[in-house]
C-alpha cells in the first residue's frame, strides 16, 4: 500500500491511498477542480485512475471538488448519509452515491475501509483506517477531542497521519475573532499539537513506519512545533516525521511489507 497527499490544510485537502492491486482511493477533495486535476497530474494520476472518492464530512476544504470530479469521471462516491443530505445532494449525480454507516467497514476493491465517527462541527463526519494486504494506514484530521473509540481503532497502525492543527498559544495571540478561536479549539474542533501527542501517546506505535502531521493552521502553528511535539511521543529521528503542506501535500510513501524471521518460517505481518 502507498500513499499521498495533494494538499492539507484549511485551504483544501486531498489524500490518495493507493493499494498494491493498483485501487486508488481519493479521500476529501478540498479543491477545485482545475486545481485538483492539476495537483492529481503531480502524482500522475489522472481522473480514470482513481476507483473511487471518500468523503470525510462536508466542510468545503473537503467536498469543494468532489461533486464536479466525481461527475466528470463517473466516480463513486461514498459518505455517509449526513454528509450527503449537508452538502453533496445539491451537486452529486446521486447514481454515484454510495450511502456509508460510520460503525461498518467496507471494502473499495481490495482495500478494507473501517469508517470512526469523531467529535467535530458537522452533520456526521467519521475519519478511516485503510487496510490492505495485512497493512494498516490510519487517517485522522477535523478532530476536536479524542475519544476511547478513537483510541482503539487507530491502533498498530503502520503508518498514521494526524491532524496538528494549531499551538494552542499561537490560537490565543492571533488574529482570529474570539468566536472562531473557540470554534478551532472546542470540543468539536481541531487537534492541538499537545492533543495530537497525548493521542499518540495512546497508541500502540510499534509498527509505525510512517508518522505525518497534517492539517496544519498557516497561521496559528510551525511545522517544527507540530514536529517537536510529535517527537516527544515516538522517539522518532526528525527526519521521519513528516509534515504534509498545504501548497503540495507530499510525494507518495511506501509503506513497506514487514517480514519477521519466526524460526525456520518467515512470517509477513
Ligand atoms: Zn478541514
Ligand atoms: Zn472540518
Given at each position: 500500500m502507498k500513499f499521498a497527499s495533494i494538499g492539507s490544510g484549511s485551504e483544501g485537502n486531498g489524500t490518495l491511498i493507493c493499494s498494491g492491486d493498483g485501487d486508488v482511493v481519493l479521500l476529501d477533495c478540498g479543491f477545485s477542480g482545475r486545481e485538483a486535476v492539476k495537483r492529481l497530474a503531480t502524482l500522475?494520476?489522472?481522473?480514470?485512475?482513481?476507483s473511487a472518492i471518500l468523503v470525510t464530512h462536508e466542510h468545503s476544504d473537503h467536498v469543494k471538488g468532489v461533486a464536479l470530479l466525481a461527475n466528470k469521471g463517473r466516480i463513486p462516491v461514498y459518505c455517509t448519509w449526513g454528509t450527503w443530505a449537508a452538502k453533496l445532494h445539491t451537486v452529486l449525480?446521486?447514481?454515484?452515491l454510495t450511502v456509508i454507516s460510520p460503525h461498518q467497514r467496507f471494502s473499495i476493491g481490495n482495500i478494507l475501509v473501517q469508517p470512526v465517527p469523531v467529535p467535530h462541527d458537522a452533520r456526521e463526519p467519521c475519519q478511516f483506517v485503510f487496510e490492505s494486504s495485512g497493512q494498516r494506514l490510519g487517517i485522522l484530521t477535523d478532530v476536536g477531542s479524542i475519544t476511547p473509540h478513537m483510541v482503539e481503532q487507530y491502533?498498530?497502525?503502520?503508518?498514521l497521519m494526524l491532524e496538528?492543527?494549531?499551538d494552542l498559544n499561537m490560537l490565543a495571540e492571533s488574529a482570529y475573532p474570539p468566536s472562531l478561536k473557540r470554534r478551532v479549539a472546542g470540543p468539536l474542533g481541531h487537534l492541538n499539537n499537545q492533543q495530537a501527542a497525548e493521542m499518540l501517546g495512546q497508541l500502540d506505535c510499534s509498527r509505525l513506519q510512517h508518522l505525518v502531521a497534517t492539517h496544519i493552521s498557516q497561521k496559528n502553528n510551525h511545522p517544527e512545533l507540530a514536529m517537536q511535539a510529535l517527537r516527544g511521543v515516538v522517539?522518532?529521528?526528525?527526519?521521519?516525521i513528516r509534515i504534509a503542506k498545504q501548497c503540495s501535500g507530499f510525494a507518495w510513501l511506501e509503506i513497506e511489507v514487514r517480514t519477521v524471521a519466526c524460526g525456520k518460517q518467515t512470517i509477513t505481518n
Open positions: 500522475n494520476l489522472g481522473l480514470e485512475d482513481i449525480d446521486e447514481s454515484l491502533q498498530r497502525c503502520d503508518a496538528c492543527n494549531h522517539g522518532f529521528s526528525p527526519d521521519r
